[in-house]
């Protein structure tokens, strides 16, 4: 078949090229390095003690702040000695930090707190510490047993339970990362498919290919070829974003349902397809690169916009507007894939949702070929939306549409 000759050359011309080299294999490293990196200083900063020498001058609270704050990030060390003498050991830097507990706390409610540097410092925990043991000595002083009171007004511990979830919420980490992989790579891909369109139609290289090939081979073929190089380039970033993800993150695979298995392909092949028949359609229209800038930015954002919801959604997946959304084809594919990790939807919807957008892209595609074989062969200037719609809807009879 021309069209699958015509994929096959495509897939090719952009495989053998130093930008997809470089983009494969480049960006996913840098980036599993930066992030690799992010969290594993992260986790070498929670997990590091951070010692406060503490002049306790009532000479009774160090040790019950001390048995409070065991077992936390802050470690504690009694210090004697007057106040200016250990100031100046802090400014030596024997030391980071000096809590000073004046013996007029009870009065006063307050300690002075002296550091070289309070990034890092859990000032939070160090306060609730030093309230409760306060709280405890001023109630012990009124004649009141601190143990009882603190039964009493112990707070309520509420357990979340999400009533018919498919899964944990790490479990969102999946389906969030191939929402993202589906915008990067119909970004970078769509990108290449329109600047290629433009590409040949400005050289006047598109006259030559439609006498040998109908528009709809050529079109449908230049996007099963980036589709296709654009699975492999994605194949590999996903890969290395859950090899290293998967070392600091509690995420598997093993967690998803089969409904996942089969729907999140469908759902990330059609998004692609649609998107990059919309790359295609909008690049046929354009005279140059810098007329389809706007046009193209407007695309770009349609596979974001459940990103930028997954606010709402996560709140609500089940929202009336959030299952409209859902089978609206340009927002389907990242909805579903939230959805599918947040809520057990229901059966019918999967099918129906994937039934939509499969005819869809099927529509855009036939529309796509009418506007590519009229605006392929126009020049001098870039067609309007109205023009495009126009050039699409026209009867194929009168296009001599062929294929």
């Known amino acids: 078949m021309k069209l699958l000759k015509v994929a096959k050359w495509e897939f090719m011309k952009v495989a053998r090229s130093k930008q997809f080299l470089v983009m494969t294999l480049l960006i996913p490293l840098l980036l599993g390095a930066v992030g690799g990196f992010s969290i594993l200083i992260q986790r070498l900063t929670e997990d590091h003690a951070q010692e406060i020498v503490v002049l306790d001058e009532t000479g009774a609270l160090y040790a019950e702040l001390s048995h409070r704050l065991a077992g936390t990030s802050l470690r504690l060390a009694e210090a004697s000695g007057d106040r200016e003498a250990l100031l100046e050991r802090l400014e030596a830097g024997e030391f980071d930090c000096l809590l000073i507990i004046g013996r007029d ?34 109630l012990a002083r009124a004649g009141y047993d601190p143990a009882k009171i603190a ?6 511990q509420i357990a979340p339970v999400l009533v018919g979830a498919e899964g944990a919420p790490g ?46 081979e050529l079109m449908m073929g230049k996007i099963l070829g980036y589709g296709a190089i654009s699975l492999v380039q994605i194949a590999v970033w996903g890969v290395v974003a859950y090899t290293v993800a998967s070392r600091y993150l509690e995420i598997s695979l093993a967690a998803l ?47 974001m916009m459940p990103i930028m919801l997954i606010g709402p959604i996560l709140q609500g997946p089940d929202l009336p507007w959030v299952q409209i959304l859902s089978f609206v084809p340009f927002f389907t594919p990242g ?69």
Not at 151 to 156: D, I, K, M, S
Not at 273 to 299: C, H, P, R, Y
Not at 378 to 397: F, H, I
Request: aromatic share 12%.
């Open 335 to 403: 909805m579903m894939l939230l959805r599918l990790a947040l809520t057990q939807v229901a059966w019918w919807e999967v099918p129906a949702s994937l039934v939509i957008l499969a005819l869809f892209v099927y529509l855009l595609m036939r529309f796509a070929a009418k506007v590519f074989e009229v605006g392929m062969l126009m020049y001098g200037k870039s067609a309007t939306l109205k023009e495009l719609w126009r050039w699409g809807v026209r009867p194929s009879k009168e296009m001599g549409w062929r294929g």
């Open 105 to 138: 706390v009870h009065e006063t409610n307050a300690v002075s707190l002296y550091a070289r540097d309070l990034k890092g410092l859990k000032l939070d925990e160090l306060k609730e510490a030093l309230t409760e043991v306060l709280a405890a000595r001023r």
């Open 171 to 216: 479990d969102l980490i999946i389906p969030l990362g191939l929402a993202m992989l589906l915008m990067m790579g119909t970004f970078f891909s769509g990108s290449m498919l329109f600047y290629s369109v433009i590409k040949e139609k400005t050289g006047r290289v598109v006259e030559i290919m439609l006498s040998s090939v109908s528009a709809k």
């Open 257 to 303: 349902s089969w409904m996942q298995w089969v729907a999140y392909p469908l759902y990330f092949v059609l998004g692609y397809l649609l998107v990059a028949t919309l790359f295609a359609t909008m690049g046929a229209g354009m005279k140059d690169a810098q007329s389809g800038g706007q046009f193209q930015g407007l695309v770009a954002i349609l596979p």
């Open 151 to 156: 039964a009493l007004t112990e707070e309520v």
